[in-house]
């Protein structure tokens, strides 16, 4: 068995505990989701690019290569326009208790690509988070707004767990360029819907996109695709799970979210 370095544990840490911040920031500002993700990427962009173009990072790709970064990036900005919408639609705990699916779907994906059959922990894993997910939604009535939005998120969920597995797909590639594939194309994807951007925000708001921007995408999302990329699918999966008690912590002291019993 491959020996797990310290140092990729740490990453795995710091990573989750930055990208926690996400529902309370996205919950906060006023702007809308395709704002949010524009703004997030086009800092990771400004700031990756000419990196990679001073280091001729870019020489050298071949069109398969382009294909999966551009692939990876697509998928990346549906997963958070979808995610956005989940926080905005219900709120920042369950939004990222929808989200945190993504370890269920990480089993089942890695299952059907490996024709690895999961152990008895894993699949009981599973179904312990599924009935989590009966419990916090609020109505079993498909036209609640908090239950579709739930929904939402849970789908989120799905696309964010195929990336560890397109990622491994260019691994040869390094963290930093797989990163700025991933963050331009998602670019890509929220220019689609330019005409729904606002602009016209107030200086907490910027202040907050920053944050977004920098923390939790440039430093949070790009240590994550090393992580994800390097070690094993189900511990990604156990570290993705300190999602929820983080969100939900930072939910409760800085919105006042109740915290309910089923949460």
């Not at 996400?22 to 990427?41: D, H, K």
């Not at 202040?207 to 939790?216: A, D, E, K, T």
């Amino acid at each position: 068995m491959k020996t797990i370095s310290p140092q990729l544990i740490v990453t795995a840490l710091i990573s989750v505990a930055t990208m926690a911040l996400v529902p309370v920031l996205v919950s906060s500002v006023a702007a809308n989701e395709v704002t949010i993700g524009l703004v997030r990427v086009g800092i990771a962009c400004v700031v990756l690019t000419p990196l990679l173009l001073w280091h001729k990072s870019f020489i050298g790709l071949t069109s398969k290569d382009w294909f999966y970064l551009l692939f990876i990036g697509m998928i990346f900005g549906l997963h958070w326009w979808t995610y956005f919408y989940a926080i905005k639609n219900s709120t920042p705990s369950l939004g990222a208790l929808s989200l945190t699916t993504y370890g269920i779907h990480l089993v089942w994906i890695n299952w059907l690509i490996s024709a690895q059959r999961p152990k008895f922990s894993d699949v009981f894993a599973v179904l312990l988070c599924f009935c989590g997910c009966i419990i916090v939604v609020p109505s079993a009535d498909m036209a609640n707004q908090v239950t579709q939005a739930f929904l939402v998120g849970v789908f989120s969920g799905l696309l964010y767990a195929l990336l560890p597995f397109l990622h491994q797909r260019v691994n040869h590639l390094s963290t930093t360029v797989r990163s700025w594939g991933q963050f331009s194309f998602a670019g890509l994807f929220f220019l689609f819907f330019w005409p729904q951007i606002d602009w016209q925000l107030s200086i907490n708001d910027w202040q907050l996109l920053i944050i977004l921007g920098v923390v939790s995408t440039l430093i949070a999302h790009t240590l994550w695709v090393k992580v994800s990329t390097e070690l094993p699918s189900i511990l990604v999966s156990a570290f993705y799970y300190l999602y929820i008690p983080i969100a939900m912590a930072l939910s409760y002291f800085f919105l006042d979210e109740p915290m309910t019993a089923a949460k």
